[in-house]
């Protein structure tokens, strides 16, 4: 009797936990599929004229998402060693506010601010990273931002400072009277320029504030072409020391 109940136990842990079985990989993906369904539903909820015409149709499938997600969860509880240290872990607290939010519901259904907790149900987005190292080459895309993380931090600090000076700079060209009405308001523009955003709220008028700020546009260009270049060599990199083979079903 004990040896049935261990080799139900293993073989489910081998089929949630694993990646390396034919079983596992499946549940992956389709639990990967399940997710991606449930945040459609809840994006698709949140639109009132969807909601109301189907709303019938996207509260059972929420249900039957909800369901899955708790047999799931109770499935990791049950197959692993330690299942305090799953609960209270970081994937296992987002697993548990990802499905309550409906369990709730039935108990606070007429509360408003409920709206919002349905929200928490979009924090199912994050077992998406979790499952993402067995779906394909994510492992060497961290490795590799892992590796570029000196490089990039000064570089933003680099930025940071030409952001600071050119803010300044605007600051005492254009003055008060055309928006820059501080230091920090300066700032925040050049930082709006330089990362191509341009919401257009505050803009230079005089000659030579617009001369500064066409220059600031290009750099921008420029800056968004500088990480990307190094992530990419890091990644290049790492594909050489660990090529990732294919993924078969």
């Not at 929420?62 to 209270?88: D, G, L, M, N, Q």
């Not at 750099?219 to 968004?224: A, P, R, V």
């Not at 500088?226 to 890091?234: L, R, W």
């Amino acid at each position: 009797m004990n040896t049935s109940k261990k080799h139900w136990k293993t073989k489910l842990y081998e089929i949630i936990h694993e990646a390396d079985t034919r079983e596992g990989r499946l549940f992956d993906v389709a639990l990967l599929a399940i997710i991606l369904a449930s945040i459609v539903l809840v994006m698709l909820e949140s639109v009132n004229s969807i909601d109301k015409k189907y709303h019938d149709f996207l509260n059972i499938s929420e249900w039957v998402i909800t369901i899955i997600f708790s047999i799931e969860y109770i499935a990791r509880i049950i197959t692993v060693k330690k299942p305090f240290e799953y609960i209270f872990s970081f994937y296992g607290i987002i697993d548990l506010l990802s499905t309550i939010p409906k369990y709730i519901s039935l108990i606070f259904g007429g509360v408003h601010a409920l709206t919002t907790l349905r929200a928490l149900r979009l924090l199912r987005i994050f077992r998406i990273l979790k499952l993402a190292r067995y779906l394909g080459a994510s492992n060497n895309l961290i490795n590799a931002l892992k590796a570029s993380r000196a490089k990039i931090s000064v570089f933003l600090f680099a930025v940071l400072i030409i952001a600071v000076i050119l803010g300044t700079i605007m600051y005492l060209v254009e003055g008060e009277e055309n928006g820059f009405t501080n230091i920090p308001k300066g700032v925040y523009w050049c930082i709006v320029t330089l990362t191509t955003v341009g919401f257009g709220d505050i803009a230079p008028q005089t000659p030579l504030g617009q001369f500064i700020a066409s220059m600031v546009m290009i750099l921008g260009y420029g800056i968004i072409a500088v990480p990307t270049g190094i992530v990419s060599a890091e990644y290049t990199s790492q594909n050489k020391l660990w090529p990732v083979p294919f993924l078969h079903l």
